[in-house]
């Protein structure tokens, strides 16, 4: 790269390192007026460490950073953001209890002050100004916490537009981090719209998973891996497979999903439900699932699918209709109930809800089985660890040992965990609620062999994926959804699947 | 695992205002008035029972305007304590020095103003000092929970049994007797419609509070700090000075309401303060602010203080034991409690 006058961000030579690891290894990095950048790598790429960098979280060990050719070194983020560079966080930084106006305005209210207090009026008519931006109709007085995901996404774009603007850089960059994993496709559509609009007084860094998307979107593609810069390429015409194979060093080939490892499922049936129906979610349906099957259920939000997992795990109830497991007729009225006919669930959210993260290993592992590690009326520590060891290399668990706490795994780890847990505990029906989002490729790779591992062995397993391509690539047998009935049921054996466009007018 | 569908989408709250905000400063007004409503309507519901019952039960004699009189001015100096404790609890803190507090001040009140005891007599002087004297103690807990990290609940509780002590200390274990009539007259008097004077301070400083809540950046950044102490950090607030200058508030309201009790009094002592943090916790509880932070105006702490004063006024009215008087009390803040409680928020209970 060549110093550039007209670029608003340059970085070069950039190196940090934590204790022994390095995790940006002379990096360069160039930000240009309105565009937008895909910035794509692996989990430990260096990515979020550059950016933090970027807006002075971290401050680096060597490197040089120019903002719009001159030389910068910011101490805290705050700063960065009067100078026109901010992020917005994957994990959101809305306060919940406030409403739409204060946070966008949170500790930058001083603009507003009218005979000593805070003009509301102006604060409204500005906040409304500003959601305009991003096309987002809203009262500025809704509280946050009952926005959708999507809205708040969209108010945190626009807060942060504002804010760069707020103290008159001439080009702010935006860095957005991950921002399309709590969206639906509509949504995705709706906030690159709003990106092309801002791009046209801002430039964006965009980081995200789905190189679909940033392939779509972005005007050039900068790739990284294990804290170097790999190589950048122009987004039109961009390859997303060269693009992969870039990001992971190593070729990926067209079995993505090990297709070639499906099996046909045995004969007996694990799961029968018989016009199980919720009102106002979805409508009786039947449908069974036998020894070693894979079902993708698939459906927009609001198709009901959501709700009939939920039912399934007891977390809500079926209004009506009959399940039958291993051909016994059961009722579920609760979690612990799913569990003792042998049903597990992998949750969207490991971090909450499927994981102890201050936990370690073993504990989370042996969590549901401690009554089977006793020895003499009490839990012995020997077996505890003989049942995690067992585990974490049946699993292929990456973990230094299995007294690491999982908070300190990465994503893809801490998902084997999960999944390691509930094979632990015997079950064998197994609810995959989007066992991918957030995992890097390479991990996904092995996430997705692991599932065909667990039907070999005769797991049964309902999934629901991030991509219609996962979703298809998995399933034995996919069972697609829309406003609370089963429209269609497709067979994707493992050597004639179905094109996602063959599908796609069943679910939208 | 209560939350399988991470990913659904809450329901969009009907925004049932929006049409006729947009009609004007009419439209407006009418609208801010339905939210207002639409806030406290479940403590205006609970006002309207405890009136119901009173009121029916005693023949109507408890909705007399002389009772109706005695129950707002009543309502006046645990309102003023109300006002600045709810705004630690919104911090997502708890402030037990309030007792404390009260003490103290309530003795320098008893000791400067024209007594029996010394030859003092600061007159409206008073005001000041307690302002300064209340909102010093309320600075050190601020202090001390802040600079040295410690859980308001500690900090406070620390705070408290210091002041009483001192309280004790300076007034000799006595109660001073004051003599100050023109104080004792503004105090117990109704100089304006009829209205007590107390019950006018009590919606001045509602008044004043609720500027500060929604017009000021403090008031704001203590919401948001209530809401998500990293986030709030995060969004560039200064966390540590927001919360020590909402404990100097509190304990400037701590001194004010320990000035109006003990001339009301007629008597000063370091036991003024005792058995006070209760109801006021109490009265904030049922207004509707939530203990786990982030939720509650100054709109709820008076009117859960009237709905409290209301409730002791109906129960001697209607000579309710007194000891299952304190059990009531004891119910109501549980079920208060109960139903504000933000459960999501705490996760699993300590």
């Not at chain 1, 020895?375 to 690491?404: C, F, M, Q, Y």
């Amino acid at each position: 790269m060549t110093a550039n006058s007209t670029s608003v961000v340059m970085m070069r030579r950039m190196s940090k390192r934590f204790k022994n690891v390095v995790a940006l290894d002379r990096v360069d990095f160039e930000v240009r007026p309105q565009e937008i950048v895909g910035l794509v790598g692996e989990n430990g790429a260096g990515k979020s460490t550059l950016m933090k960098i970027l807006i002075g979280l971290y401050q680096p060990d060597d490197g040089e950073y120019l903002l719009n050719g001159r030389p910068i070194k910011f101490r805290t983020p705050q700063e960065a953001m009067r100078q026109g560079v901010g992020m917005v966080f994957q994990e959101g930084c809305m306060v919940q209890n406030l409403s739409v106006q204060d946070n966008v305005f949170l500790g930058h209210e001083d603009g507003f002050r009218r005979w000593r207090v805070l003009d509301r009026g102006a604060m409204r008519r500005e906040c409304k100004a500003i959601l305009d931006r991003v096309n987002l109709r809203l009262d500025p007085d809704t509280l946050v916490r009952e926005l959708p995901p999507a809205e708040r996404q969209m108010v945190e774009i626009a807060r942060l537009l504002w804010l760069l603007k707020r103290y008159g850089a001439p080009n702010p960059v935006m860095i957005l981090d991950e921002p399309t994993t709590v969206l639906q496709e509509k949504e995705v559509a709706t906030l690159f719209a709003a990106l092309r609009e801002i791009k046209k007084e801002a430039s964006i860094v965009l980081i995200s998973h789905r190189l679909e998307e940033v392939i779509e979107n972005s005007n050039r593609i900068v790739i990284f891996k294990d804290g170097k810069y790999v190589d950048q390429m122009p987004a039109a015409g961009a390859d997303i497979h060269r693009i992969e194979e870039l990001m992971v060093g190593r070729g990926m080939r067209g079995n993505h999903y090990s297709e070639d490892k499906q099996r046909i499922p045995a004969p007996n049936e694990r799961l029968r439900l018989e016009n199980v129906s919720k009102k106002g979610f979805f409508e009786p349906m039947s449908f069974s699932l036998r020894e070693g099957e894979i079902i993708s259920l698939v459906g927009l939000i609001g198709s009901g699918k959501e709700e009939l997992t939920k039912c399934l795990l007891g977390v809500a109830r079926f209004d009506g209709g009959r399940v039958f497991v291993e051909g016994k007729e059961r009722t579920i009225r609760s979690p612990s109930d799913a569990i003792r006919h042998g049903i597990g669930h992998v949750p969207i959210d490991r971090r909450q809800e499927g994981l102890a993260l201050d936990f370690n290993v073993a504990d989370n592992i042996n969590m549901l089985v401690l009554r089977r590690l006793k020895a003499h009326g009490l839990i012995s520590p020997r077996r505890e660890r003989e049942n995690a060891l067992h585990w974490v290399e049946d699993g292929r668990i990456k973990t230094p040992s299995v007294k690491t706490k999982c908070g300190n795994l990465s994503g893809g780890n801490q998902q084997k965990v999960v999944i390691s847990k509930w094979l632990s505990s015997g079950v064998n029906i197994l609810v995959l609620d989007h066992p991918t989002r957030g995992i890097d490729v390479g991990a996904k790779e092995e996430i997705f062999k692991r599932i065909r591992a667990l039907a070999d062995h005769g797991m049964s397993l309902i999934i629901m994926c991030d991509t219609l391509e996962e979703d298809i690539g998995l399933g034995n047998r996919m069972i697609i959804m829309k406003d609370g009935k089963v429209t269609r049921e497709v067979e994707c054996p493992g050597d004639a699947k179905p094109t996602p466009q063959d599908v796609i007018e069943a679910i939208v | 695992m209560d939350n399988v569908q991470a990913d659904a989408l809450p329901k969009r709250p009907q925004s049932y205002l929006t049409g006729l905000k947009e009609g004007g400063r009419a439209g407006w007004l009418l609208a801010q008035g339905l939210m207002f409503l639409g806030a406290v309507w479940g403590q205006l519901l609970s006002l309207a029972i405890v009136c119901l019952i009173f009121g029916i039960g005693s023949g109507g004699r408890f909705l007399s305007p002389d009772n109706i009189h005695a129950i707002v001015g009543l309502a006046g100096v645990p309102a003023l304590l109300c006002l600045g404790v709810h705004q630690i609890v919104v911090m997502g803190g708890m402030d037990l020095s309030l007792e404390g507090v009260v003490a103290i001040c309530g003795v320098v009140c008893g000791l400067l103003l024209k007594n029996n005891v010394n030859s003092m007599d600061v007159g409206f002087w008073i005001l000041p000092i307690v302002v300064a004297l209340g909102g010093a103690v309320g600075l050190l807990s601020g202090i001390i929970h802040t600079k040295l990290k410690m859980p308001s609940f500690i900090a406070t509780l620390g705070v408290q049994w210091v002041f009483f002590g001192f309280a004790i200390l300076i007034s000799g274990g006595r109660s001073i007797p004051i003599q100050d009539a023109r104080f004792q007259r503004l105090v117990t008097g109704s100089h304006i419609l009829g209205i007590p004077n107390l019950a006018l301070v009590g919606v001045f400083f509602w008044l004043v509070f609720e500027i500060f809540q929604s017009r000021t950046k403090t008031g704001i950044a203590m919401y948001a700090i209530g809401g998500d102490e990293t986030l709030a950090r995060q969004a560039g607030i200064n966390v540590n000075r927001v919360k020590v200058i909402v404990f100097a508030i509190c304990g400037v309201m701590y001194g004010i309401a320990a000035l109006f009790l003990v001339t009301r009094l007629n008597s000063a002592a370091a036991r003024v303060g005792n058995l006070l943090l209760f109801p006021a916790m109490t009265a904030a509880a049922v207004g509707g602010v939530s203990l786990t932070g982030g939720l509650g105006r100054a709109r709820n702490a008076v009117l859960g203080t009237v709905i409290i004063s209301a409730l002791n006024n109906g129960m001697v009215m209607m000579r309710v034991n007194p000891y299952l008087q304190e059990a009531v009390n004891g119910i109501v803040l549980i079920t208060a409690v109960a139903l504000t409680i933000d459960r999501k928020k705490l996760g699993f209970i300590k």
